[in-house]
């Protein structure tokens, strides 16, 4: 029999019974119960606790008799509870199995005391007779005055006291703190140090109160010390090194944590060295072991990977069936672009099974099912592919369960999603659902599951988010070889509220302009896919170098956009501002001079692109395009037409080699008899092509250094980013870069006006660091193409930060 005490639980073999009290205490268990004119213990235990002598019975009764009625035992008359301090006598009395009217027993005075410590309000019990009376005698666990950490300074109090379970004005239990350390510990290793120790002191207070303070000795770091790997032959040490995300510890990382040892990282890595050897062949590869030993100091952790490689596999013969008669087979092996005699790819195979769903989604079959069937020839390592498509059980969704978003709402997740409940469940959709969460740019991770729902027919979608830091503290900087250094700063919030709303405010210092400006977007305007804001703007513009003059524009817009198909999206606008052109240099151009004065401008447009990228915030692989139209003139001062049409290419050779190539057309021309104004003209430079300062580049006249600006734009860019053969981690990544383009046909004429309408372009370097502080970019940039009259500019540099 168990029997439970203050201590904990612990085992009773047997009960000897000899008259006086049952008691447990923390440091052993006394069985006695006074029951006069009763005794159960057998003979052979008289000695351990002896029997009280008791009066024969009257008359003579028979042995017999005399045991037959102490069996029955006395009743008990009257329960008495002594020591409650905070708890009431008729709560002690509800947990007695043992009532008033009843007969003692050995049993039930057993079975009161179990339930009595069971509650944890009591350090001590303990329960005797007294004639006809119960006395219950008890000592109340104290109560918890406060929690305390001491020695703590790499984890916060708040994020401790959120740990433990024990709180002020609850009932003390040592178990309960026992498992408030083994948390503590456990919250301490999964940030890296196994050395840490927690030893938690009881502090006695009066009015039975204790405090209960947790000494903590956090210990050092526990790094991984080395990570080595059995049984690979194919791919060495350092290149599998590269592929699991956990690190070895050295002196470089002191910026990341990869190498702070987690299990859930370990098994992780497993995971990540299958799929890169099903990637590459190896069919049959798996991870015997992966053990991860501490060293006798606890300072560090030495990880071994027991690889089985197995043989290396090509594709051979990939063919296409289908179960279903309307699927037409020829044209889904169109589709496929697996090769014989390539390396076997299991990511690749992933990808043409997402293809072939998405093509037979888009033809109206929601419900297929498709399984790669592998056919292994291990005597001419070969793989014959089959991709077998099968009619899929009819199912139907039945809700959507959104968790991990804690400040961002659930309708703006729940918004994104292409399934509702009652849907038909469509993994096409499901995909495009989860990409449009990701495109939000509110979550670092979306991962969307599905399990079974309370029927066979019905599944639940299970999307787990991980949020990150939406708001952004951007800080660009650029150097001109001749103007010197320029800055600007912006506040943003891409999730204002947590409702999905975009507020940005920002402004420019520099020496050439000040700027302050206001947008505010609301994604989804009365409650439909309508994307609506308003920005508001005043800029001021130094132009006296390039042209001579000072320019204050102020003004505001208002805009909508929505989307067509999940391709293509329209965003419509309208402007209004007035823009004064003032201290104009006394030595500046006549076609400058001619400009003087205020004008306002009303301008309505749109801008419709065609969206094919893998992503919106990072893409790596696709197409944009976009065509861009003005139309000023309705009310105000000036009257032009403007249309651009500009595009992007991604495209990634690998995981870390990625492709862009882009470029742009625009033209510009007067609606009326006059002519454009110059700050309403096309100009390029700085940013738009590296190497040559803003408005670098262009029609100018040559007499007074005045940019004028033009009416045909052409630009492109070509750019390659590889990797820098720095840790993965540290997310530096380099770039080369070429851009090119012209700017020409001024309305401007004379014999000091130059516009050559040439071809000019630059060549560069980049770097790229996704730094703790925010994404930094440095540019290093050469102009090869130039007139002699442009002005060039060879460093430039952006940065940004997060909040």
Partial sequence: MKVRGPSGEGRCDRFIWSGGSVRFSRSHLAVAIGLAAMSVAPAAHAQTLPVVPQAPASGGAPAASQSSGQAQGPVVERIVVDGVQRIEPTTVMSYLTLKEGDRFSPEAVNESLKTLFATGFFADVSIRRDGNNLVVQVVENPIVNRIAFEGNQRIEDDILEAEVQSRPRVVYSRQRVQDDVRRILELYQRRGRFAAAVEPKIIQQPQNRVDVVFEIQEGALTSVQTIDFIGNSYFSDGALRGIVRTTETRWYRFLVDTDRYDPDQLTFDRELLRRHYLANGFADFRVVSAVAELSEDRGGFYITYTLEEGDRYKFGKVDVRSAIKDVDVEQMKALIELQSDDWYDADAVDETIVKLSDALGDLGFAFVDIRPIADRDRDNKIINLT??????????????????????LDRVVRREFQLVEGDAFNSTKLRRSRQRIDDLGFFSKVDVNTVQGSA??????????????????????????????????????????????????????AQSRQSLDLGFTEPYFLDKELRAGFDIFHVQRDQQDESGYDSRETGGQLRAGYDITPEWTQTVRYRYDRTRITDIDASASRYIKDQEGEADKSLVGQTISYDLRNSRIDPTDGFIASLTTDLAGLGGDVAYAQVSLSSNLYYSFSDDWIGMLGGEVGRIDSLDSKKLRVNDRLFLGGDTLRGFESAGLGPRDVSTDDALGGRTLARGTVELQFPTGLPQ???????????????TDTEDSGSTVRDSGSVRASVGVGIAWTSPFGPIRVDFTQAVLKEDYDKTEIFRFRFGTRF
């Fill in 456 to 509: 066979p027919d019905r599944t639940v979608v299970e999307v787990d988010v991980e949020e990150k830091s939406t708001g952004e503290l951007s800080i660009g900087a650029g150097f001109s070889t001749t103007d010197g250094a320029l800055g600007d700063i912006s506040i943003r919030e891409r999730n204002l509220g947590g409702r999905g709303q975009d507020l940005r405010v920002g402004t420019t210092l």
């Fill in 387 to 408: 991709f077998d498509i099968q009619e899929g059980p009819r199912v139907f969704v039945e809700r959507v369960d959104i968790r991990g978003n804690v400040r961002t």
């Fill in 729 to 743: 981690e540290y997310g530096v990544k380099g770039a080369i870069f070429s851009d090119f383009g012209t700017l």
